[in-house]
């Protein structure tokens, strides 16, 4: 199946529905096939000088069977030149090229806009996601379905499918999905089982965006990652980045490596306890696409390099009854003030959230700390989460 996953802005990071547009307004004809009889969306990304509304444009075609892989070109219209991409369901960080994520960036940033207007956008009325969470979610859930309603669309939603419905009896995914399907436009889902996002693509006759799939990946949040990198920092050619932290079962620093990769002269660190390591197939593929790399265990000596340190929690929910290895893991490396003091000025330390005691309160004061910031003054990783809703109303349009 494919996916109107068409990034639109207000639904990148969390819902993505089927728009009705076709043409140049926000106004969509009545004439269009439903979103049952269509699975492609092209997203048009207009200029920004346009009324906001009316700068990201779908156009909805007749399902043609499954999308394999993203296009993205420019067309010119007059005077004007557009952006158009397609793509299928959002599963995973290696179906995004470089072209594809400078024009959900761009979409992105005319979702801003939208989302500071008074006026509501009704480019998604008409259509329902449906949120389907078998794991907890704060950030994820609520961005998708703030961008959904942001955007005009309704919401369904079960924040704990896997105590309250029917899985708890022993339904399949398969048979959830198909049925879930039947009320809804498109499934935003978070699971427990790496694959499973891929599993319910493979099912659903309608889009489906991966919120997070155990340890395997999480491609919205890395999509809203690079987005906060760019916005931050002015670039993503040339920069260095440390990934710190659970990098085995760290579903975000997989996908945002996968992204990483699409920019010219970037170079990763991996600082993590040696249990949980980044995984053989993610050092791989960085090799494989030139992309260069390097694990060391001196967060110290790797954050005074580094424009961007991404640090992340060690999950204790991945380490089972284990939790003596959990114990050993955890606390290993700590962003606090004496880490600042050796970072350069112009660097910014990013979380996915949430966090523990992996950075100290004291830091969110700092102007570099981007998990909390967007255009305030508040720590740079609050900035980094006000970005998915950005990012996932992109998703949605």
């Known amino acids: 199946m494919s996916i109107a996953s068409s990034l639109s802005s207000a639904t990148l990071c969390g819902a993505s529905v089927f728009p009705k547009a076709l043409g140049y307004s926000s106004e969509f004809p009545s004439n269009l096939p439903s979103p049952s009889e269509s699975s492609k969306i092209c997203l048009t990304s207009f200029p920004a000088s346009r009324d906001p509304k009316k700068n990201a444009t779908w156009n909805l075609t007749r399902n043609v069977g499954p999308i394999q892989g993203i296009r993205c070109h420019a067309m010119q219209a007059g005077t004007r030149e557009l952006k158009k991409f397609e793509l299928s369901d959002v599963i995973e960080g290696k179906q995004f090229d470089r072209e594809m994520l400078s024009a959900i960036f761009d979409v992105a940033r005319e979702m801003e806009k939208i989302e500071k207007s008074s006026s509501q956008s009704e480019i998604l009325k008409g259509y329902l996601m449906a949120t389907l969470f078998y794991e907890p979610s704060t950030r994820t859930r609520l961005s998708f379905e703030s961008a959904m309603k942001r955007l005009g669309g309704e919401v369904l939603t079960t924040e704990n499918a896997r105590e309250f419905s029917s899985a708890a009896k022993g339904e399949t995914l398969e048979d959830t999905i198909r049925t879930v399907e039947g009320y809804s436009d498109i499934i935003v889902m978070r699971h427990f089982e790496s694959g499973a996002a891929r599993k319910a693509a493979a099912t659903a ?5 991966n919120a997070g799939d155990g340890p395997g990946e999480h491609p919205t949040q890395a999509l809203l990652d690079v987005y906060t990198i760019q916005s931050e920092i002015g670039k993503l050619d040339g920069i260095s980045v440390a990934l710190v932290g659970d990098l085995a079962n760290g579903r975000t620093v997989r996908s945002l490596a996968y992204l990483l ?15 949980v390591k980044m995984k053989d197939d993610i050092k791989d593929y960085l ?10 265990s001196d967060l110290m000596e790797v954050a005074s390099k580094c424009d961007v340190v991404y640090q992340t929690r060690i999950q204790r929910e991945r380490f089972g009854e284990r939790l003596d290895l959990y114990e050993a893991a955890r606390g290993k490396y700590i962003v606090d003030k004496d880490l600042l003091g050796v970072m350069q000025k112009k660097a910014i330390i990013m979380h996915p959230l949430p966090r523990l005691d ?28 006000k970005n998915g809703l950005f990012i996932r109303m992109v998703h949605g349009r």
């Not at 990769?261 to 249990?275: R, T």
């Not at 090799?287 to 060391?296: A, M, R, Y």
């Open 358 to 385: 992996e950075i100290t309160a004291d830091v969110d004061a700092d102007p570099r700390a981007a998990y909390f910031r967007h255009a305030d003054p508040r720590a740079a990783y609050f900035r980094q989460a």
């Open 205 to 209: 006759n309608i889009p489906v965006i």
């Open 261 to 275: 990769a699409k920019f010219k002269d970037v170079k990763i660190y991996f600082v993590s306890p040696e249990i």
């Open 287 to 296: 090799t494989s696409n030139g992309v260069e790399w390097e694990e060391s």
